[in-house]
């Protein structure tokens, strides 16, 4: 355990604390992707992989979880491995839960928006995950919408993803986000990838090409006192992309048994993506690791331009 604590519950790792102060990128990772999103040992291989990915970008990785009543940016090997073999057992943790998991000394994984609350305790802007939560489908009988969404227009966090989850109301999310002030912007596409495939068929607010500009424009925000996040919506390569058809078809057919089972609430995810992988036979598992591994050298190439001097000095000169 380290000094660096805020009221008792934060605990930055020692590389983290050090890398925040002396002004070094840092990414923040989150855990429910290890404990709900995939089966062991591949969300520990993926977790592992992940990190490796953001420093070799020239980053430090610190991955997010609620451990033993400590709020922990950077775990240890151990603790990934710990949360990975947990699996579900581990308490599936967001913005209300997280007082109760501190509290019960409980292990919890955090969603998109916890693991926003604690970068943002931390000192850390930059954070890479594979989608976003959303506006679920049905939800206007359901209203079932995700606390990511007002995480983002409160907590000056960047996410860095491949666009909203495929299984959500698309049209309703951006809606939801335009209405709260969070800009999409499209890292090298005019159109909001759907996390499996590149496209939506719905555009995003602004499109980017470069880091340096996407820095430049972070700090203006932040710095004019503009609070809230941004969503980087990164599309997966090419290469890696799912076939629209057979996708679409899968979350069909996951959603119709969704419905009939009585899934709900924070449960709707996790099983919707596990019916997902199997009803495309591992694929959309497979495209799942390589779109957060595209994600995270993103955000530690963002992390490295935000913290440069250069990026402090205005708008990027063309």
């Not at 989150?30 to 070799?56: C, D, K, L, Q, W």
């Not at 009988?141 to 969404?149: E, G, Q, T, Y």
């Not at 500009?213 to 990164?234: C, Q, S």
């Amino acid at each position: 355990m380290n000094d660096n604590t805020t009221a008792g519950y934060l605990e930055i790792s020692d590389e983290a604390a050090e890398a925040i102060a002396a002004g070094r990128p840092v990414v923040a990772l989150e855990s429910t992707i290890i404990s709900h999103g995939m089966p062991y040992p591949r969300n520990a291989e993926t977790a592992f992989a992940v990190e490796a990915a953001v420093r070799e970008a020239g980053a430090v990785p610190a991955t997010i979880a609620l451990i033993g009543g400590r709020a922990k940016a950077g775990l240890s090997s151990d603790e990934i491995e710990r949360l990975a073999r947990a699996g579900k057992n581990a308490v599936k943790t967001s913005r209300r839960d997280i007082p109760f998991v501190l509290s019960r000394g409980v292990d919890g994984a955090t969603t998109v928006a916890a693991t926003m609350i604690v970068a943002g305790l931390a000192g850390i802007r930059i954070f890479a995950t594979g989608g976003i939560g959303g506006v679920h489908r049905g939800a206007s009988r359901s209203f079932d919408v995700s606390a990511d969404l007002e995480e983002l227009a409160r907590t000056d966090v960047a996410v860095v993803c491949a666009g909203a989850k495929s299984i959500l109301d698309i049209g309703l999310t951006l809606e939801y986000l335009e209405t709260r002030g969070v800009a999409v912007v499209g890292f090298g596409t005019d159109e909001l990838p759907a996390f499996y495939t590149r496209e939506s068929g719905f555009k995003v607010d602004w499109r980017v090409d470069d880091v340096a500009e996407l820095a430049a424009a972070l700090r203006a925000k932040w710095e004019l006192g503009l609070r809230g996040g941004i969503v980087v919506a990164n599309p997966i390569p090419i290469a890696d992309a799912m076939p629209k058809a057979k996708i679409d078809a899968a979350i069909e057919a996951a959603l119709a048994e969704a419905e009939a089972l009585g899934v709900s609430g924070k449960e709707t995810t996790p099983f919707l993506l596990a019916r997902i992988v199997e009803l495309t036979g591992g694929d959309s598992l497979e495209s799942n690791v390589r779109l957060v591994l595209n994600n995270a050298r993103l955000a530690a190439l963002l992390a490295v331009e935000y913290c440069a001097p250069s990026a402090a000095r205005g708008p990027v000169e063309r």
